[in-house]
């Protein structure tokens, strides 16, 4: 905000200059030389006008600058404020399944102190990821694969019920996609679906690449919907919109007991 006023500063300055010359020598010309009419520099010595029309295209050429450095100024302004909301966004990414599992392991080290410890192993590899992998623009989508799997088997250990989960992956491993995108959809399948189901709970998921796009669809039955406008999926449109602008198709469809997303990546 400083560097904007002390910019703003020099403009009205250069205005002024460019301005007020042309006044002083209009009126100089027309109280001395008693002209009627006046002829911008056309009495003057030929070296004084070329003078003049040199300052002239000085301070154009310095206007061409200003504004190109003011450009480059504010498109840098708007990388940072995205990027300083892209973490903000990260952050946020699952952070209460991290608190509703460590109020299960608190219950199942009493009960099951081995399955407590195996728990505390992948959540504690979960939460590598999301702090380190999840701070980098884009990752392998093979470590984003391991990522999902890691959720599963820990959602899978916390219910005391059979849940059938069917993840079908067929990928370019060289591939890189932002991670944490998938999670959500992910974890919306698990609380919506699954939690509310006393018997048959399933979740069906593909990940396929192709040469210009990533698709991730996503389908669980569910007995009772909850609202699924929360902050998550707010976020991750918030994401999409940012990451893949124009680039991107989210979409939502359910029936009486089938819920469906699908989101496609599109790489140009």
């Known amino acids: 905000m400083i560097a904007v006023k002390r910019n703003l500063k ?4 250069a205005l002024l ?3 007020v010359i042309p006044l002083i020598i209009t009126v100089y010309e027309v109280i001395f030389t008693k002209n009627k009419s006046v002829v911008f520099l056309g009495n003057y010595h030929p070296k004084v006008a070329l003078i003049v029309i040199y300052y002239y295209v000085l301070l154009v050429c310095l206007g061409i600058v200003w504004l190109i450095r003011q450009i480059i100024f504010i498109t840098k302004l708007k990388s940072e404020k995205t990027k300083a909301e892209l973490m903000l966004l990260k952050s946020q990414v699952s952070p209460h399944f991290f608190f509703n599992m460590l109020n299960n392991l608190y ?3 009493a009960k099951d102190s081995r399955k407590a410890q195996e728990l505390i192993l992948k959540l504690s590899d979960m939460m590598r990821y999301s702090i380190y992998e999840g701070e980098k ?3 392998k989508i093979q470590e984003e694969i391991y990522f999902l799997k890691n959720y599963i088997e820990l959602h ?3 219910y005391h019920k059979h849940i ?3 993840f079908n992956c067929d990928v370019d491993e060289n591939r890189k996609v932002v991670p944490l995108l998938f999670i959500i959809l992910l974890e919306n399948a698990f609380k919506h679906g699954v939690e509310n189901l006393r018997q048959n709970a399933y979740i069906k998921m593909n990940l396929t690449t192709s040469q210009n796009e990533i698709s991730f669809a996503i389908e669980n039955n569910y007995e009772k919907m909850d609202n699924q406008s929360g902050i998550g999926l707010k976020n991750l449109k918030r994401r999409l919109e940012l990451i893949y ?3 991107h198709d989210l979409t939502f469809s359910k029936t009486e007991s ?3 997303a699908r989101l496609i990546l599109k790489q140009l």
């Open 10 to 13: 020099w403009v009205v300055i």
């Open 137 to 139: 623009e884009k990752v």
């Open 17 to 19: 200059t460019i301005g």
């Open 107 to 109: 219950g199942l080290v």
């Open 156 to 158: 899978k250990m916390r």
């Open 258 to 260: 089938i819920y469906q």
């Open 245 to 247: 602008p124009n680039q």
């Open 164 to 166: 059938t989960v069917d």
